[in-house]
Structures are given as C-alpha cells and as structure tokens.
C-alpha cells in the first residue's frame, strides 16, 4: 500500500495562493509569571508558550478537573444537579485550611447545583470535597479517579493528591497539562461551562463572595475560567474568551502560572489574550462537510470518493499571511471498498512557506462506498494487479 502525497489544488479555489515565504511567528509580550501559554481553542494550536511543561503547583486550578468529573457523573446520570448531598466533617474541617470556602456544615444538604456553583465561582475547598464525596464515596476513590483521567489524556506533567488543590508533596501539573483539562472542560461540557464560569458573584446561606476573575468584570469576551493561589504556586489564572470575527468566533485561553499578585494574574492574562487576538488571525480552510478530493475507489458501487476533514478546517497565521499556506493530503492508496463514512484513510497537512506544520487533521471519508458485485470486483483485482 503506497502512501500518496499531494497539495490541494482546493487551496487556491478558495483564495490561497501557492506559498513563497512565512513572516516569522509573531514576538509574544512580555509575560511577568513563572510559566504562561496561550492556546486557540478554535483551531486546537498553542500561539505561544513559557516553561509550559514546568512542573507547577496548580493550586485551585486542580478543581477543572474535580469539575470535569463531576459533570461526567452528571452526563452518565450517577448524579443530578437538583440531588442533595450530605456535608461530612472532612468537607467541614476544610475550613481549618485556610483556603477558600463556600461555608457548608454538617447541618446542610445542599445540592449539586449549589456545590458547583460554590465549586467553581467561589473556589469553594469545602465544596469540593462533598462533590468528590457524593461522586466516588470517599476523596481518596475520587483523587484516583482523576489520576486516571489525566493518564487517559496523556497529561505527563500531572499527579493529584486532592480535589481542591492544596499545596502538597506530589500535587504538581504544568501549564500545558492544564490547559488541555481546561479545554476538555470547553469542549466536553459546553452547557455545563456556560452555566457555571461566567458567574461573577454567588450567595449561600447569606454570605456572598465574589468571583476571583478579575477579568469578568473587565472584558466581555471574557467568560471565564479559574483562579488559584497559594503561597507555592503564586498567583494563577486560566482565562478563556471568545470574539467574533467575519469568519467566525474565535475561543483563546490563556494560562498564567505564578504571577506576583491578583492585579498581575487578570493584567498578565488580558496581555495574552489581547495579543493573540490581534497578531494572529484564524482561516478557514473546509467548512464542515465540504471535500478536499475526489479519488478512485477500487472494487466499490461507485468509481470515486469523497475524502475531507471531520469538521471545519480552520488554522491560526500570523496576521495578513493567510494567503501564504500550503495544505497537502496524504493518504493511503489504493483505497479499496467498503468505505464507511469517517473511516480515517490519511491526514491533511496545513504548513507555511517555510515549511512549519501548523496543525495535521484526519483525512476521514464524507461519503461511504459499498463493496462492487463480484463482477466488478474481480475486474478491479484484474486493474490492480497490471497496476
């Protein structure tokens, strides 16, 4: 089986000329934290990075991923948000540790709903644990269930120790490991996410807190995601955003880990996102559906098929180079049916001028082929093999 390689002549039908020359990536600002990345949700591409795999204390950044499961018990109908849940004493005893809390005790039984809204807009560690609790039976199950869920990611720079991200020996991510639990949690649970990140402010039990991002208040496009601090890690903050555009919306994230206080954590993350909005733009190359090619299927009911990306192709360039990509295919051939739609045959390659990969998709059939009658398949055999 040969392995064909070949530049899209659909490149240039929808506006993109035969690349010469890439202006170099944009220069990022200046970033005053330990370790920063920038990632387009949009197009799943990081715009820039520091110390991104730096092993890191992630603070309360650790309760994306008490969330993440949370809402997975919620999806496989384990919870619902209106249940009750009890407040044991170890959720209880979270208020000798300092950090934040929602203020439940054993006397409550709050729901769900309350607790991920304590969870998520106040940061509450008190709340956290009751989740955890009422997900796995004990903090202990739940902790190994998201040491199995970063290991199931791929996450090389993550191991958990608790569920609302506590300085403790061992409890360590980094910026790309977290980035990527935050964009699970974009992806994976979008109602969940609207419903949850962008609140500014929570009430329970007649006390009201605020939430910690500063950047809700301060830019619009800003709708959430999560703050941290402790004395190890510094200040942190996840901050997700999206914009329209003539082309679309455009999702940014931006992680800043170990800023020197809550005005640097909003101002060092508003410099990203602000950046990466203007220094690059986000081009669609396939709106969903639309093919890249049209190839010979051998011993199939019909002589070609139809092969593209699963979804929308976009990618992010440096601003004005959109009409400098070069997109190849490269995909198994001969293709023999059946073919069913979405079986992967090859991949597409977006790259610059210069020849740097900015992002490589499946290549995925879009329309299914069946196998020939046994005429037509004994006289492709035949074609194949003068082939």
Request: with cysteine.
């Amino acid at each position: 089986m040969k392995l064909l390689l070949f530049t899209l002549a659909i490149v240039a039908a929808a506006g993109l000329s035969t690349p010469t020359a890439m202006a170099q990536a944009p220069q990022a600002p200046e970033i005053a934290a330990r370790s920063w990345l920038l990632l387009d949700i949009s197009t799943d591409q990081v715009l820039a990075e520091s110390q991104a795999d730096a092993p890191a204390d992630p603070a309360s950044l650790t309760k994306l991923m008490t969330a993440w499961l949370v809402f997975d018990a919620l999806r496989q109908q384990k919870l619902t948000l209106a249940q009750t849940l009890p407040v044991s004493l170890r959720a209880w005893a979270e208020r000798k540790g300092g950090g934040s809390l929602m203020f439940i005790d054993p006397k409550m039984t709050p729901s769900v709903n309350d607790l991920l809204r304590g969870m998520i807009a106040v940061s509450g560690n008190d709340a956290a644990v009751a989740l955890a609790e009422g997900v796995a039976g004990s903090v202990e199950n739940f902790v190994a269930m998201m040491n199995r869920q970063a290991l199931a990611w791929g996450l090389k720079a993550t191991q958990f120790k608790n569920v609302a991200g506590l300085s403790e020996p061992g409890h360590r991510s980094s910026a790309r490991d977290l980035a990527a639990i935050a964009a699970h949690v974009l992806r994976d649970f979008p109602e969940r996410y609207a419903a949850y990140y962008a609140i500014r402010q929570y009430s329970f039990n007649g006390i009201r807190q605020d939430n910690r991002n500063m950047l809700l208040g301060r830019d619009p496009s800003v709708d959430g995601m999560k703050t941290g601090y402790t004395e190890a890690a510094g200040y942190c903050l996840i901050a997700s955003a999206v914009r329209e555009f003539p082309n679309g919306r455009r999702r940014l994230l931006s992680v800043v880990l170990g800023a020197g206080s809550r005005e640097a954590r909003a101002g060092e993350s508003q410099k990203l996102l602000n950046w990466g909005y203007a220094a690059w733009d986000a081009v669609r190359l396939f709106e969903a559906d639309k093919p890249a090619a049209t190839v010979p299927v051998w011993k199939g009911s019909r002589a070609d098929v139809a092969l593209g990306a699963a979804g929308a192709l976009l990618v992010a360039v440096p601003k004005g180079q959109g009409d400098k990509l070069k997109t190849e295919i490269e995909r198994s051939d001969p293709l023999v049916a059946p073919l069913s739609k979405g079986q992967r045959v090859g991949s597409i390659k977006v790259s610059t001028g210069a020849g740097v990969v900015l992002a490589t998709v499946p290549l995925v059939v879009q329309t299914p082929v069946e196998q020939a009658g046994l005429l037509g398949r004994a006289w492709d055999s035949i074609r194949l093999w003068i082939k």
